[in-house]
């Protein structure tokens, strides 16, 4: 349809409008590309904030860093997008919660997680509608914003992973 992305959603309140489908891609990354990805941005990470820039470690415990990277914009086949490296050790989590955004600079239109590596334990990304997804290096899911997920407490090891939001301006 023609109509924008903000004014869809303007009126949205159902469920049913959402796509509720979570998208697998096998691979999408190389382990290579994983390994890089952790190395590259795994000493800039700090601990994670909640909206509003607050820690609140029973609701979030992890650690994340922000970035831009034009290379994987080309890779994920979109202009406008946000990249996030995400750390979780032993007993870190992130409850349950939507990635919707709305800055009124952007909104995020679709929200991406790649699983970097998978020395750990625990740690399944699981969305409310269709459960536990299981991912192996470099596999990539993709979904709505909208859709409520969470990450269960690592049991063992470090759990690294890329999320991704593709913007619209």
Known sequence: SSMSFQSQ?????TKNSMDTKVY??????????????IVKYKNKLETSEVR???V???????KTFMFHDSDLCEKFQHEKMEFQLTEYVKDCF??????YYDTKKYVRKTSYSVLLNDD????????????????????????????????????????YSLDAWELTI
């Open 94 to 99: 992130y409850n349950w919660h939507v990635d």
């Open 120 to 159: 750990f334990d625990g740690g399944k990304l699981e969305f409310e509608l269709s459960g536990i997804v299981d991912m192996s290096i470099g596999d990539s899911v993709s979904f709505s914003p909208h859709l409520r997920h969470q990450v269960n407490p690592i049991t063992s090891g470090i759990r």
């Open 9 to 13: 959603f303007s009126h949205y309140d």
């Open 56 to 62: 609140k470690k029973h609701i979030r415990n992890s």
């Open 24 to 37: 697998f891609t096998e691979k999408f990354l190389t382990e290579d590309e994983c390994f890089d990805l």
């Open 52 to 54: 509003g820039g607050a």
